[in-house]
C-alpha cells in the first residue's frame, strides 16, 4: 500500500478554512448581537414616544423663559400642545378645533393672571364647529398654585371680546385635570 503525503503548504488548508468560517460566524453573532442589544436598548414605548414627541413639540413652539416661572398646568391627555410649559406659543387641548390657539403672544407671565393674545376658531351660537372662522382670543391663565408638586396656572379660558366675549373666573378649564368648571 502507497501511502500518499499531502504537501505541507496544502495539509493546513481544511483547518484553515474551517478556522476562518469559524471566526466569521463569531464576528457576525457578536455583530448581530450588539446590534441586537442596540436596537433593543434604544427602543421606546409608544408611551414614552409619545411623551418625548410632545415635550420636544412643546419646547420648540414655546418662549422659555429665561427664570424659572409657573407652567401653563400640565399635560393630562393625548395629543395636546402648550401645557407643561412656560409661555407657550401654541395650545391645543387635543380635540376639536375650538380647543386651539396658536400665535399666541403672553402680556404678562408670572403673576396671578397671565394674558395674551392668539387666533382659535370662533364658533357662532346656533352653529357647528365646522362653520366655525378664525378669531382673535384673549386668554387668561389663572388660579396659580402647584399641580403635581410643579408651579403652574391651573386654570384657562379664552374668548373672543369682538363678539361680546369676557372673563369669567367661574368658568375655565382645570388644566392639572382636564376637567371643564361652570359649563
Not at 391627555?77 to 412656560?86: L, M, N, P
Not at 366655525?132 to 410643579?150: D, M, R
Request: glycine share 14%; net charge positive.
Amino acid at each position: 500500500m502507497i501511502k500518499r503525503q499531502l504537501p505541507k503548504n496544502l495539509s493546513n488548508q481544511g483547518f484553515g478554512l474551517i478556522g476562518v468560517l469559524f471566526v466569521l460566524a463569531g464576528v457576525l453573532i457578536i455583530g448581530l448581537g450588539g446590534w441586537l442589544i442596540y436596537h433593543n436598548g434604544h427602543k421606546s414605548t409608544p408611551v414614552i414616544n409619545k411623551a418625548i414627541t410632545q415635550t420636544k413639540a412643546n419646547t420648540s413652539r414655546s418662549k422659555i423663559s429665561s427664570t424659572p416661572g409657573p407652567t401653563l398646568g400640565i399635560i393630562w391627555s393625548a395629543y395636546q400642545q402648550g401645557y407643561g410649559v412656560v409661555q407657550p406659543t401654541t395650545i391645543n387641548n387635543g380635540g376639536d378645533p375650538t380647543g386651539i390657539v396658536t400665535n399666541v403672544t403672553w402680556q404678562s407671565w408670572g403673576g396671578s393672571r397671565a394674558t395674551g393674545q392668539g387666533t382659535s376658531t370662533y364658533v357662532a351660537p346656533n352653529e357647528t364647529t365646522s362653520q366655525g372662522t378664525q378669531a382673535q382670543a384673549t386668554i387668561v391663565a389663572f388660579n396659580l398654585s402647584t399641580c403635581h408638586g410643579q408651579s403652574a396656572y391651573t386654570a384657562i379660558e379664552w374668548y373672543f371680546p369682538q363678539y361680546g366675549g369676557s372673563f369669567n373666573p367661574n368658568q375655565y378649564r382645570n388644566i392639572c385635570t382636564g376637567n371643564v368648571v361652570g359649563e
